[in-house]
């Protein structure tokens, strides 16, 4: 394979979480999806857009689908040019290490948190560097200045669940001489939030996605906020018209529902709750989650084996064989019957 580079030939590739193709017949907790629809506002402006004849859809959206981040803007309380729309939060991480690292240069984050961090910098042809965590649940050995061009948190993190304290993260900003990318995609389940630092460290920006909170994840929607220096940057490396016509639509509507939106986080909230203190109830030790999943053990630690048990009462939940990951499972909270149902079974498997 001569005509590729030797590095993309090498490398390994990101593996998502599985689709199964009869999906209705799965309960499907594998990959943090919403268990509730979207808001019926974004049902009624995708059609809308399409129209009677679909004519709409002969000509390019908005280059800059600037009603989104007026919407945006709005509901997080920047000025728009602190906003950038992406078609789904990756692609706005992948540009972000494009605007920011250079062949050879440093991108680092944590490890366990998202592995696919390390592919959009091998791509790039970045050096990747993983920083572990301790016991509390804080960076094994943060460099006093960290020099990486550009460090990814995930907080909430998944797969475990658990938040870094805001005044933490502000610590890290503050010895961060790279870009501090907070990658919020959970952020809507959670007690807080890290917005406020955006607009105090000008080396601070956050991501956050519509996928999970706004139910939305088959439609590919993501931002980011953060300075307008970076924001143009980013604006000039992405795709010209990077959000389709009905994606833009769908977006509109998702974000100015804001009571549905509230709404479905409080249920999946509530329902977090009621399934972690279940699981506890039956022996698994279960990290206090602030995401829409928990991350949980049972007794004999053995992640494999309830996996196993599970799949083949057709519940998909996820499991990965790293070692510092394969004695639980990352389970998505689904409605309160899904949870309900899931819990019937892991008493069975025991
Ligand atoms: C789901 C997820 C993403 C990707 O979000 P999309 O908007 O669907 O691309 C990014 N980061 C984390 C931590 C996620 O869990």
């Known amino acids: 394979m001569s005509l590729l580079r030797p590095d993309i030939s090498a490398m390994q590739g990101y593996v998502p979480g599985y689709q199964p193709p009869d999906i209705a017949s799965w309960i499907k907790l594998n990959t943090n999806e919403n268990p509730y ?13 399409v129209g009677s004849d679909g004519a709409s859809l002969r000509t390019y959206p908005s280059a800059s689908s600037q009603a989104l981040r007026e919407a945006a803007a709005e509901l997080y309380g920047f000025d728009p040019s602190w906003i950038i729309m992406a078609n789904g939060s990756d692609e706005v991480l992948n540009n972000l290490i494009r605007a920011c690292a250079s062949q050879g240069q440093e991108v680092g984050y944590v490890h366990p948190s998202y592995s696919y961090y390390s592919t959009l910098a091998e791509i790039q042809g970045a050096v990747v560097c993983i920083y572990g965590l301790n016991d509390q649940y804080r960076i094994e050995a943060f460099p006093e200045y960290y020099s990486g061009r550009i460090f990814f948190l995930t907080s909430p993190n998944s797969p475990l669940g658990f938040a870094f304290p805001i005044d933490y993260i502000e610590e890290l900003a503050t010895s961060c001489g790279g870009m501090l990318v907070v990658d919020e995609a959970y952020a809507d389940f959670a007690d807080s939030n890290a917005l406020d ?88 030790d279960v990290i206090p989650s602030q995401g829409n999943f928990v991350f949980a053990a049972p007794p004999d630690l053995n992640g494999r084996r309830v996996y196993d048990g599970l799949y083949g009462k057709k519940i998909l939940v996820r499991h990965f064989s790293d070692p510092l990951l394969s004695h639980g499972l990352r389970i998505t909270i689904g409605t309160r019957p899904e949870m309900e149902s899931t819990m019937a079974a892991l008493r069975e498997i025991g």
Not at 43 to 49: F, K, M, P, S, W
Not at 205 to 220: D, P, Q, W
Not at 248 to 259: E, G, I, P, S, Y
Request: charged letters at 30%.
């Open 37 to 49: 629809p979207p808001s019926p506002a974004v049902r009624e402006a995708i059609l809308a857009e």
């Open 197 to 284: 630092l955006v607009r105090k460290y000008d080396n601070v920006v956050i991501t956050r996605t519509l996928s999970k909170s706004y139910s939305l994840a088959g439609m590919r929607l993501g931002l980011a906020i953060a300075r307008p220096e970076i924001i143009s940057a980013l604006d000039k490396i992405r795709d010209h018209y990077n959000l389709d016509r009905l994606a833009q639509a769908a977006c509109v509507a998702a974000l100015k529902d804001q009571a549905y939106f509230r709404d479905c986080c409080r249920r999946i909230r509530e329902t977090r709750e009621w399934f972690s203190n279940e699981l506890r109830s039956i022996g698994y």
